[in-house]
C-alpha cells in the first residue's frame, strides 16, 4: 500500500504550482484553473487521510464527504467565475489581471 | 400680613408692566391709566408711610438663592424701611407720578406705540423702587442692571431714528462698564465683610486692612460713575436726550442717574464713615469736581435745550458726588433731592417747549417764548432760578450746604464748586435768555402756544416743589437722610462766594447774549467753541482710539482663531493629514491582482502559522 507521504507530497505539488499560477500568472482564465488545481490538491489529501485514518480497510467517511462538498462549490465557483470573466472580455476586450485598474485609476 | 404691603412698591409697577405689555398693545389709552394709577398707588402708599398712617414694620425676607456653605450669606430680598429708603421713595414716586401725568400730553399725536412706552415707565418704576428699598447690595444690583434695562428701552423708545437706537445702546454698554466694577465691588464686599445687607455691615468693618476698604469702595464706586454718569463714563448721559423728553426728566435726571449717589450714601450711612478711608474719598471727591467743572464748561456751548440740561444734571451729579467724597452724605442727598425737583421741572418744561415749538430742540431757533408760553416760561424759570441758586429758592440752600461741606474739608473743591456755580448761572441764563427773550427766529417758535392742562399741572406742581422743597418745614421731613435739619441763612464765606458766582454769571451773560436779539451765538467759531461742542474730542477719542483700538485687537485674535486655528490647523489641517495618509495607503492598493493574491496567501500563512503553533497550549 502505498505510503500516507506520497499522496500528500503530490498534494503538495499541486498547491505549489496552483499557487503558484494564481500569483504569477496574468491570464485570468489561467489563474482560475490554478484555483481549482489548489482545491483538488486539497482533494487528494483529504481523500489520503481518509484511507490513512481509516481501520481494517474502512476509511473514515467524514473528509470523503467534505472533498463532495469542495467538488460542489467549485462548480458553482466555476460557473460564476466564468461568468464574471466572460463578462469582463466583453467589456474590455481582454482577460488580462492588469487591465482591471478603474478603481486605481 | 399688613407688614407685607411695602412689596406692594414692587408687585404693583411689575404686574402693571407686564399687563400693559401683554395685554395692552393695542389700547393706549389703557396703559397709560393703568400706569398712572400704579404710580398714584405707589406714591400713596408712600405718603401713607410716611406720615404714619401706616405702621413701618420690617417686611418679610425672601431668600431669594439659599447658600449653605458656612460663612458665605444667603441671598435674599429684603425691604428697607428706614427713612432713607422711604423718602427717596417720595421722591421717585411723586415725580415718577408727575412725569407720567405729563406724558400723556407730551406723547398725544406721537405715532409710536403708546402702551409700550407707558409699560416701560412702570417697569422703570419698578426697578428703581428695587435699587431704593433694596436691603442688600445683591438686590441693589439687580435694580441696577433693571433700571439699565428700563432705560434703554426707553432711550430706544423711537428705535426707528437711528441715533435713538444708537444712544441706547450707547447707555445701556457704556453702564456696563461701570457694572462690571460695581460686581467686582460686591463680591469684594462679600469676601471682606462677609456680609451683603447694609444693616450688618457697620458692625464688620473693624479690623479691615485699609488698602482692603479703599478697594472694595473705589470698585462700588465704579458703578455710581457708570450710573451716574461721571467723567470718564460721562458719555452716556448727553445722548440719552434722544429719548422721550418726560423719560429723560424722570430717568436721566430726576431718578436713575441719581441712584449712584443714593448707593454711594447708603453705603456710607451702612458701612460707617470709617469705611470711606482717605483715598478713597479723595479720588472720589475728584471725579466729582471733574465732572462737574467738565460739564459746565460743555454745557456752555450746547445749542440743543436738552443737552444743555443733560449736561447741567451732569454737573450737578458731579456737585452731590464731590459731597459724597467729603463725607458730606446729607448734603449730597439734600443736593439730590432738590436737584430732583428742580430738574424734572426744567426737563418737563423743555419737553412743553418742544411740543410747543411743535418739535424744535434748537434755542436757537427759538426766541420769544416768554409770551407766547407764559405757564411754561414761568415754571422754567422757578426751575433756573433754584439750579442757579437764588437765594430762597430750593438750590440755594443745598448747593449751600455743599459748599460748606467743601469748604470745611477741603478749600480747593470749595473753589471748584463756586467756579462751576459761576458757569452753571451763565449756561442757564444765556437758554433762558436766547430761548425766551426776543423775537421768534424760526417758523415753530412763531406757533408756540400752550398745548394741554395735563403738561401745565406737572409743571405747575414742580415749579412750587422747586421753590419751597429747600426750606426747614419741606426739607426736615422730606430729605432722604436720617435725622436731616436744615440750616437757615448764613452770612458767612460760603454765601459771598455763592452769591458773587451768581452775580458773575449772570453779569456776563447778559453782556454776551443781551436780551434776546442776537440770532446766532456770538462765542461760536472759535477753537474753544469748537471743542466744547464736540465735547473735548471725549467721545471722538472712545470711538476712534479707544473703541476702535479694541476692536481692532478682537478682530485680529478673531481672525487669528478663526482663520489660523479653526480654518487652518483644526479643519484643512486634518484633511491635509488624512489625505497624505490617503495617498501613502494608495500605494498598496496597486491594482495588481497577483499582489492582492500574494498577500492573501502570506496571510492565510501567517494566520495557520500562529494558530498551529503559538495557540498549541490552549
Known amino acids: ?105 | 400680613m399688613i407688614q407685607n404691603l411695602p412689596w406692594l412698591f414692587l408687585l404693583l409697577p411689575l404686574a402693571v408692566a407686564a399687563i400693559n405689555w401683554l395685554c395692552f398693545r393695542k389700547c393706549a389709552c389703557c396703559a397709560a391709566t393703568l400706569s398712572i394709577l400704579s404710580a398714584l398707588g405707589t406714591f400713596g402708599l408712600c405718603v401713607a408711610y410716611l406720615s404714619g398712617a401706616l405702621p413701618a414694620a420690617t417686611p418679610d425676607i425672601y431668600t431669594w438663592m439659599p447658600i449653605s456653605t458656612e460663612g458665605m450669606p444667603s441671598l435674599s430680598l429684603g425691604l428697607l424701611m428706614d427713612p432713607l429708603a422711604m423718602r427717596m421713595m417720595l421722591v421717585v414716586t411723586g415725580i415718577g407720578l408727575l412725569v407720567h401725568i405729563f406724558s400723556i400730553g407730551y406723547m398725544k399725536g406721537d405715532p409710536s406705540n403708546k402702551s409700550r412706552y407707558f409699560a416701560g415707565l412702570s417697569i422703570f418704576m419698578f426697578s428703581m423702587t428695587m435699587i431704593v428699598m433694596a436691603d442688600n447690595l445683591a438686590m441693589t444690583f439687580i435694580g441696577w442692571e433693571m433700571v439699565g434695562f428700563s432705560s434703554y428701552l426707553l432711550i430706544g423708545h423711537w428705535f426707528n431714528k437711528e441715533s435713538a437706537a444708537d444712544a441706547a445702546k450707547k447707555a445701556f454698554i457704556t453702564n456696563r462698564v461701570g457694572d462690571f466694577g460695581f460686581l467686582i465691588g460686591i463680591l469684594l464686599t462679600m469676601a471682606v465683610f462677609g456680609t451683603l445687607t447694609f444693616s450688618e455691615m457697620g458692625a464688620a468693618t473693624a479690623g479691615i486692612p485699609a488698602a482692603v476698604l479703599t478697594a472694595t469702595v473705589l470698585c462700588l464706586f465704579c458703578g455710581a460713575v457708570g450710573k451716574s454718569a461721571q467723567f470718564p463714563l460721562h458719555v452716556w448721559l448727553p445722548d440719552a436726550m434722544e429719548g422721550p423728553t418726560p423719560v429723560s426728566a424722570l430717568i436721566h435726571a430726576a431718578t436713575m442717574v441719581a441712584a449712584g449717589v443714593y448707593m454711594l450714601v447708603r453705603l456710607q450711612v451702612s458701612m460707617g464713615e470709617a469705611a470711606f478711608t482717605d483715598t478713597a474719598c479723595t479720588v472720589i471727591a475728584s471725579v466729582g469736581a471733574i465732572t462737574a467743572v467738565l460739564a459746565a464748561l460743555m454745557a456752555v456751548q450746547q445749542d440743543d435745550i436738552k443737552r444743555v440740561l443733560a449736561y447741567s444734571t451732569l454737573s450737578q451729579l458731579g456737585y452731590m458726588v464731590m459731597a459724597v467724597g467729603l463725607l458730606a452724605g446729607e448734603a449730597a442727598m439734600f443736593h439730590l433731592y432738590t436737584h430732583a425737583w428742580f430738574k424734572a421741572l426744567l426737563f418737563l418744561g423743555a419737553g412743553a417747549i418742544i411740543v410747543g415749538c411743535h418739535h424744535e430742540q434748537d434755542i436757537w431757533k427759538m426766541g420769544g417764548l416768554a409770551k407766547k408760553m407764559p405757564i411754561t416760561t414761568v415754571c422754567f424759570l422757578m426751575g433756573t432760578f433754584a439750579l442757579i441758586a437764588i437765594p430762597g429758592f430750593s438750590g440755594f440752600f443745598s448747593k449751600e450746604l455743599i459748599l460748606d461741606a467743601a469748604l470745611a474739608k477741603s478749600p480747593v473743591f470749595f473753589w471748584v464748586g463756586a467756579g462751576v456755580a459761576a458757569l452753571t448761572t451763565f449756561y442757564m441764563a444765556r437758554l433762558c435768555l436766547v430761548a425766551f427773550l426776543g423775537n421768534a427766529r424760526a417758523h415753530g417758535a412763531e406757533h408756540a402756544t400752550e398745548k394741554s392742562f395735563t403738561m401745565s399741572l406737572p409743571l405747575i406742581i414742580l415749579a412750587i416743589m422747586a421753590v419751597i422743597s429747600g426750606y426747614g418745614f419741606m426739607a426736615d421731613s422730606l430729605v432722604p437722610f436720617e435725622g436731616f435739619h436744615a440750616h437757615g441763612f448764613e452770612l458767612g464765606l460760603p454765601f459771598y462766594v455763592s452769591m458773587g458766582s451768581l452775580v458773575l454769571g449772570l453779569a456776563l451773560a447778559w453782556l454776551v447774549y443781551g436780551c434776546g436779539k442776537r440770532s446766532t451765538d456770538p462765542l461760536a467759531g472759535n477753537a474753544l467753541s469748537t471743542a466744547l461742542r464736540e465735547r473735548m474730542y471725549i467721545d471722538k477719542f472712545y470711538d476712534k482710539g479707544l473703541i476702535g483700538l479694541v476692536q481692532d485687537c478682537g478682530t485680529r485674535i478673531l481672525e487669528f482663531i478663526d482663520t489660523t486655528l479653526i480654518r487652518g490647523i483644526c479643519v484643512q489641517g486634518t484633511s491635509w493629514l488624512i489625505g497624505r495618509f490617503g495617498i501613502l495607503l494608495s500605494w498598496i492598493q496597486g491594482g495588481s491582482l497577483r499582489a492582492y493574491s500574494l498577500v492573501i496567501g502570506l496571510g492565510v500563512l501567517f494566520i495557520m502559522f500562529i494558530l498551529a503553533f503559538t495557540f498549541h497550549s490552549l
Open chain 1, 1 to 105: 500500500m502505498t505510503p500516507l507521504a506520497h499522496y500528500l507530497i503530490l498534494s503538495g505539488i499541486l498547491f505549489s504550482i496552483g499557487l503558484a499560477g494564481v500569483l504569477i500568472r496574468k491570464n485570468i482564465i489561467v489563474v482560475f484553473m490554478c484555483l481549482e488545481m489548489m482545491l483538488s490538491a486539497a482533494n487528494i489529501s483529504l481523500v489520503a487521510f481518509s484511507r490513512a485514518q481509516g481501520t481494517e480497510g474502512v476509511p473514515v467517511y467524514d473528509p470523503q464527504v467534505l472533498s463532495l462538498f469542495i467538488v460542489a462549490i467549485a462548480a458553482a465557483e466555476v460557473a460564476i467565475g466564468l461568468a464574471l470573466i466572460v463578462a469582463m472580455f466583453r467589456a474590455r476586450k481582454s482577460v488580462e489581471s492588469t487591465a482591471i485598474t478603474t478603481l486605481k485609476d
